[in-house]
């Protein structure tokens, strides 16, 4: 394993947890040789416009290893987010810098609103990105020629890879690892920081569970993580009912004038966004992913996920590209055309 060198520009205003957290997540990408000796599969350096200290957001300070001027030759080039970043002076030093390494970077990534550095630069103009949902009216006014998507928390687009948030910074660096190492390696990297999901790009950066969850009233407060919990049993009104003290009838009244909808349509849609997630994985079959979310059959999933986004779940499956290669060359397609 040659490791890949992968550099950080960083500034004063970064928010720490941007890059700090992707860093981790590489650093801990690593082999054991049948010595026992550690394999690092990434050299991360992190890069600032001069020698000086830079100063976050949070106000903690980071001494780069290098500047734009003395940076070496990088695999992965990643700018993250800050508020620091939409200032002129940090703009007119990173925008010649970047068009500098285009040629010469196989990746060029953006973490949040990292988005604004590559924007800047003209990287992204005719180019499908993604940003923090708070972003997206600025970008495009901003940068119209960026076809932006809001829907999505990671999108790849030839040599350019951006995403929606800090903790969406997380699931690209493992997609990364997964695109240069495998899914074995990527699995252990999560694992080891402790990821509850290892999201693909297509899941949706305002969570069906965490609407829910956040129009929830106190008596409706469990439901949400106890029906994503038990998806793969059946799960009946009565027993909804029983866990929120009330009676059936009363619960489903009181389930639609706080959710807009009733309880079977809330489960369905938790079970559909769930099969989604596991269709990402070319190795689950049709029925295990039905199987795995309650579904009785192929069929009733199959008609039921159709139902709900427009297509097969056997199609759906075909057209999700994680960032792997298949036959041994890159994929053309990227994340946000899966569904």
């Known amino acids: 394993m040659n490791p890949k060198r992968v550099g950080f520009f960083i500034y004063d205003g970064v928010t720490a947890l941007e890059f ?38 949070s106000r ?26 939409r200032t002129n002076a940090v703009e007119k030093a990173l925008s010649p810098w970047l068009k500098s390494r285009v040629h010469t970077t196989r990746r060029i990534v953006s973490v949040c609103t990292g988005i604004y550095g590559l924007a800047s630069a003209g990287l992204l103009d005719g180019r499908e990105a993604t940003t923090h949902w708070r972003f997206t009216n600025d970008i495009r006014r901003r940068f119209p020629r960026i076809r932006l998507n809001s829907d999505v928390i990671f999108i790849k687009d030839g040599p350019f ?14 997609a990364l690892i997964e695109e240069d190492y495998g899914p074995k390696l990527a699995f252990a990297v ?26 929830s009233t106190d008596r409706f407060s469990e439901i949400v993580p106890w029906v994503a919990a038990h998806l793969h ?62 579904f009785k059959s192929v069929d009733a999933f199959s008609r039921a996920f159709e139902r709900r986004f427009g297509i097969r779940p056997s199609d759906c499956r075909e057209r999700f590209q994680p960032l792997t290669r298949r036959n041994g060359k890159p994929s053309v397609r990227h994340l946000a055309t899966a569904v």
């Open 60 to 85: 903690v300070s980071f001494k780069p290893d290098t500047t734009i001027a003395d940076a070496p030759d990088l695999d992965t080039l990643v700018v993250p987010a800050g508020c620091g970043l």
């Open 161 to 174: 890879y951006t995403c929606s948030g800090a903790s969406a910074g997380m699931d690209l660096s493992i």
């Open 233 to 294: 049993q059946e799960i009946s009104i009565d027993a909804l009912a029983e866990r929120a003290s009330c009676s059936r009838r009363h619960f489903g009244r009181l389930f639609r004038q706080v959710y807009g909808t009733t309880p079977a349509h809330f489960v369905e849609e938790l079970r559909l966004m769930q099969a989604r997630q596991h269709l990402s994985n070319p190795r689950n079959c049709l029925k295990g992913v039905a199987a795995s979310v309650g």
């Open 190 to 215: 999560a694992r080891e920081l402790v990821l509850y999901l290892r999201r693909t790009g297509t899941e949706e950066q305002y969570s069906v569970p965490l609407r829910f969850q956040i129009e």
């Open 20 to 57: 700090v957290g992707p860093i981790e997540a590489f650093n801990l990408a690593a082999t054991t040789d049948d010595k026992g000796k550690r394999q690092a599969g990434y050299e991360v350096i992190t890069i600032g416009i001069n020698g000086k200290t830079v100063v976050s957001e």
